[in-house]
């Protein structure tokens, strides 16, 4: 047996025995060992390959694939295809996703030499880079593998393989140990300590490591959290971006995790007097400066205002009918509008993934808080792009009903998501406004930068999404009404669009209005 398969096979045997089950398999020449052993390891039925002609795309499945806490694997060939996996790294990286970046690589004699698809691709993904060494024996191959797998967080092994590259027979290696080479503990303890936090202390909660953020949301003070946390009031952003009234202002803040939607939150940060961040490791999140003590542990309330606590239930039961009477008087369909309708009309055990931009927001401001589903984002870059990818990784271990809502820019972002060998059972909805809806909300899309704000902001694109999904053989249908809307998301099954067609040009307007509504219940 050649070196370069006797390696490959040892690989993929180590990640099935450390409990990988899901490999992204990008194909490429040079990473055709490791592509020959996945497939031998998918007929064994040991793995399930999901094979992808866009490395980028790719990289955003494996992490989907990996974002619930068991390690996925996406593998390339060498060259540039290996730079298309950063953006995926990079959200894998800032979430703490166990995404394994398995890259082929040219042998080192020929770095510098002119060889075709020959970079320099160490460290190349801004984490660590695993080297492992050209057919290197079996404990040290396996020793790496347990390594990657062990990582808090995403990890790149880089693999030389030399010629030849194609297996001469189809042995399958075997181990003296019958699991791991190397047994390893990823699991994250959450740590618990008495702190002086007064009665009046409001808790944030973003984006941070689930077990962490279950435990903040149960130390009993009041609650307002991103729609990807748990256990948050609803209504709470919108409450923070009108301003606080003065009986609920709270005497100190716990955040926990990156809070990045609502500019509330930041007013309310650099108002209150103690902030207390949570966080890993000298990365406590603290985007103005203000926090007065960071901490890896979580700090039990010495104690509660129930009274205090009581208005706070009480103000959000008042801005919840307010909301709700305003979006029944406005024309049907606004980002609000489908954002309160999905959350509302999702079956019991749905599983939600929310693009970036403005559809996060409208379910932060406008969507139904559920303890029965699950809400997913890339929260970490917060970018718009793999969104389709990501969705579909979820939703392919997603034990229930999948969906997704995204903006058209970030479901044509990732397009190419959609060329997928397996198509899951995932319905994504698009919202298209036909541009770039969340720029109407901010500075620059103020009256007086009207003259220039659709050719730079805006960029109207007028793609026929009916076409562009029947190029890709997936179904499509667009809705007109709530009705229609309700009906077509009831049974997912396969992979599915629907689409809903909007216009922005009222929107800035809308969202003035929703906080007026809202400051307008605590000024009477």
């Known amino acids: 047996m050649n070196g370069s398969t006797a390696q490959a096979r040892v690989i993929v045997d180590e990640l099935v025995r450390n409990g990988v089950q899901h490999v992204v398999l990008c194909p490429g020449s040079r990473n055709a060992p490791l592509s020959f052993a996945l497939h031998q390891a998918e007929q064994k039925g040991l793995l399930r390959v999901h094979v992808r002609i866009d490395e980028r795309s790719g990289g955003f499945l494996a992490l989907g694939l990996a974002k619930t806490g068991t390690p996925a694997v996406v593998t390339c060939t060498s060259g540039t295809a290996v730079a298309n996996l950063h953006p995926a790294v990079i959200e894998a990286q800032l979430t703490n996703v166990p995404l394994i970046a398995l890259t082929a690589d040219r042998p080192v004699d ?31 191959t396996r020793s790496l593998i347990c390594r990657a797998i062990a990582a808090d967080g995403p990890s790149h092994v880089n693999v030389p393989f030399r010629p030849p590259l194609t297996p001469e027979d189809d042995a ?22 008495p702190s002086a936090l007064p009665a009046r202390t409001l808790v944030l909660l973003g984006d941070d490591r689930p077990e962490r953020l279950r435990q903040a949301a149960s130390l009993g003070w009041p ?23 003065e009986h609920l202002r709270p005497d100190a803040v716990l955040v926990v995790g990156r809070v990045t939607l609502a500019r509330g939150q930041q007013t309310l940060l650099r108002d209150t007097e103690i902030v207390h961040a949570v966080g890993d490791q000298a990365l406590w999140p603290d985007v103005q400066f203000t926090a007065t003590q960071a901490s890896t542990w979580l700090p039990e309330p010495a104690e509660i205002d129930a009274e205090w606590g009581h208005a706070w239930q009480t103000a959000v039961k008042s801005v919840s009918v307010a909301v709700d009477e305003l979006l029944d008087a406005e024309p049907w369909p606004t980002g609000l509008h489908i954002a309160r309708d999905l959350t509302q ?46 969705a579909i990784g979820l939703a392919t271990t997603h034990q229930g009903p999948a969906y997704a809502l995204m903006g058209d820019l970030t479901f044509l972002h990732d397009s190419n998501g959609l060329l997928a060998d397996h198509h899951p059972d ?43 999904c029947a190029g890709y053989r997936i179904p499509h249908s667009t809705v007109d009404g709530q009705e229609e809307f309700r009906s077509a998301i009831a049974q997912p099954q396969g992979l599915q669009v629907v689409e809903v067609q909007a216009k922005r040009d009222e929107l800035r307007s809308l969202h003035q209005r929703l906080k007026s509504t809202v400051s307008n219940i605590f000024s009477r």
Do not use: C, K
């Open 223 to 245: 609650v307002i959290a991103e729609p990807t946390a748990p256990n948050g009031l609803r209504h709470g952003s919108l409450l923070l971006n009108a301003g606080l009234p």
């Open 172 to 193: 399958w290696p075997s181990s003296d140990r019958s699991g791991p080479w190397t047994a390893t503990d990823r699991a994250f303890a959450v740590e618990t300590r």
């Open 110 to 140: 020929l770095y510098r030499t002119g060889s075709s698809q020959t970079i320099n691709q160490h460290d190349i993904l801004g984490i660590p880079t695993l080297h492992m060494p050209e057919a290197a024996d079996e404990p040290t």
């Open 345 to 390: 009309a999702l079956p019991t055990g749905a599983m939600l993934f929310v693009g970036s931009s403005n559809p996060i927001r409208d379910v932060d401001f406008a969507g139904e808080r559920r303890s029965d589903i699950t809400v997913h984002a890339n929260r970490g870059a917060a970018g718009i792009d793999g969104s389709v990818s990501t």
């Open 426 to 468: 995932l319905t994504i909805v698009v919202l298209n406004d036909d541009g770039g809806g969340i720029f109407s909300l901010l500075e620059q899309g103020a009256p007086e930068y009207g003259g220039s704000f659709e050719r730079i902001f805006g960029t109207p694109h007028g793609t026929d999404l009916t076409a562009l």
